[in-house]
């Protein structure tokens, strides 16, 4: 055991009690294993703050989102309305995600087919937390005099202007937060989106994320801060690429205000 | 008498052709599926006042907001000028409208002046940008041959069109001088132009009062000439987006950027399947109409939004020079996407005037004009549609045409088809067993 404390709907609904949000890990998020330590930095956040959560576990499936993006809207409809089931069944009615697809997919094109939730970006709900005075960031390792950047995911980002959610946090940390060039509105996809993670780019003259990731290493960053495990990916890859993984570190939002907060 | 008869010819002829290819554009974005977009009016008045009549968008990059700005400004109030010059050529009469405003008419043609010379150096400007400096995003694969020329023909249309009306202000305040304008023979003066009081002696001072009228008329009829030949141009110019930039803005997509249409017909599949009451042995019911295909082909699988797109996009290639995929040299071009999808539904809309309804070509959308390889290089990730700014969407294109393939085709790369596999079979995109999505809560 980690240590951590992650009950699933199933085991909650077993001893009658209701979660306050369901925490919707994703794929990346259950499988990969760079993005199971953001799943993990959210749950240390979570309990540390005694959040009433739970999560799916072995009841959640893909949302669809990759198969959407990629033309395959039988799949998607088959996706969602199995999760839409599973959802309803649990009367879930506020989810908390660390994915910008599955947090698209779930708040803007579940609703019409019968799912209808609050649906909020971890980073959103981290805000929350420390403004409530929940969570206090100190006592951890201090990121003072390092530069952060923040590439903004597409999904959280021009899909939902969401952008400042992910920047308030970042300026809790006492840190620099510097701007690439195209942040924002302007921001540069990272090169995963539109189900381009799970294929080979097609022919070109460079990979999106090295273009991304000059934009990142032009300012000169101690951290790379993201807020999508697939961001996270392939920045993580550019930032090697480059051989710079000694002196940039790629983390997402969560993580950083773990370590802050010495979780 | 006879240059009454003329102008009214020229105002029959010119305002007759021009509505005749509106309606064909018309009838062409009709084509296209219905959409509804008859909602939320109120936030469509606000968007098509912010975006297209205030802007906002142009304004991303600033020194070709300031110096579109200033055509677009001189276009909008010179209408003003031209009513006179309908007026006035109608009737006979000359600046008809001088009597009634006296002082403000002077400052009003004055401001068009003023206006008038900013968009001639924006317009000079703009062709040094495209010719001279070649900036990239005019210079693209797509921009070549056509694209370009009818770029360059625009732009010197609207030098041409300034010099007339200097032609005509100028001469008319060298014979105002003279006490010889038409407007008013024997007082002398100037009628006060801000510009043209000082050019016009200065160009045309010296001449007699009778090539001063020559050359008055000539500025006048070239002028009136170049506006009615400036409108035939644009139904089949991209410059066309000077009317439709309203109406495109007005029906703007006012959902969140990442949210894609659920597809009703998909929807009604899937709970079929769905429904453990339904009998897996009933005759399928009958289609309601006309059975659509998934996805799009062709452009009369798109819907008319898509279409009115196509129409109001001027080719300035903000979304192409955004787009991740353009910048990393693969074949994608979000404005290529909109140049193919007109001139396809130009060559449809005219195959059906010709050929009929039911005519087919053999050709389509997909394929024969835009390529598979297109398609796949997109990451949707918005840039294009948030750098319009006109609001067209080619992300929305994009994805039918990968709709069609997917699920009409069966033709996705082989690794997008290996996803969807291990979607329906382990609901993830990875194989990975759904039973161990909470393993990592149990790993150090």
Known sequence: MSGLKVPTMAEMLATGETPDV?????????????????????????????????VLGAEEGCTGDPAKRAGNEFLFQMQAMMNIQVLNGYEVKKIVTGCPHCFNTLKNEYPELGGDYEVIHHTQLIQGLINDGKLAIKGGETFKGKKITFHDPCYLGRANDVYEAPRELLQKLDAELVEMKRCKTNGLCCGAGGAQMFKEAEKGNKEVNIERTEDALEVKPNVIATGCPFCNTMMTDGVKNFEKEGEIEVLDVAELIATAADL | ????????????????????????????????????????????????????????????????????????????????????????????????????????YTFMVSFIEVLSVLAFVATFIFLLRRNVLKIPRFNMKEMAGWAKMDGNIILFAELLLVCFIFMMNGADEALYNQGASHYNTGE???????????????????????????????????HIIMVFGFLNYLPFSKHFHILLAFPNTYYSNLEKKGKFNNMEAVKKEVELMMDPTADPFAAPAPAEGEVQRFGAKDVTDLTW?????????????????????????????P??????????????????????????????????????????????????????????????????????????????????????????????????????????????
């Open chain 2, 305 to 333: 939004k898509n279409l009115l797109d196509a129409y109001t996009c001027t080719e300035c290639g903000r979304c192409t020079s955004s787009c991740p995929a353009n910048q990393t040299g693969k074949l994608l071009s």
């Open chain 2, 188 to 222: 002398s003066g100037s009628f006060g132009l801000t510009i043209s009081q000082f050019i016009g002696p200065a160009l045309f001072g010296g001449m007699d009062a009778h090539t001063l009228h020559i050359i008055e008329r000539i500025g006048w009829w070239g």
């Open chain 2, 1 to 104: 008498m006879i240059a009454i008869i003329l102008f009214a010819l020229l105002l029959i002829a010119g305002g007759g052709y021009f509505a005749m290819n509106v309606n064909k554009i018309r009838q062409n974005i009709l084509l296209g599926r219905d959409i509804d977009r008859s909602d939320n009016k109120k936030e469509r008045w606000k968007t098509m006042l912010l975006v297209a009549f205030g802007q906002k968008k142009m304004f991303q990059r600033p020194i070709p907001a300031i110096l579109h700005f200033c055509l677009y400004a001189a276009f909008v109030i010179t209408q003003i000028e031209l009513i006179e010059i309908i007026v006035d050529g109608l009737s006979g009469q000359h600046r008809i409208f001088r009597d009634g405003l006296g002082g403000f």
């Open chain 1, 22 to 54: 369901l925490f919707w890990v994703g794929c990346s998020g259950s499988f990969d294993d760079r993005a199971k330590k953001i799943t993990k930095a959210i749950v240390k956040i979570l309990n540390h703050c005694d959040v009433k959560f739970a």
């Open chain 2, 335 to 444: 404005r290529k996407i909109m140049m193919d999808t007109r001139d396809r539904l130009e060559e449809v809309g005219n195959n059906i005037r010709k050929h009929g309804k039911d005519h087919d070509d053999g050709k389509s959308l997909l394929r024969d004009y835009i390529s598979e390889e297109e398609l796949w290089a997109c990451t949707s990730c918005n840039a294009c549609v948030q750098e319009c700014p006109v609001n067209i969407d080619p992300l929305s294109i994009i994805v039918d045409l990968r709709r069609f393939l997917v699920m009409e085709e069966s033709k996705a790369p082989s690794e997008l088809t290996t996803m969807f596999t291990n979607i329906e079979n382990n609901g993830a995109p990875w194989q990975f067993s759904q039973a161990d999505r909470l393993n990592w809560r149990d790993e150090q």
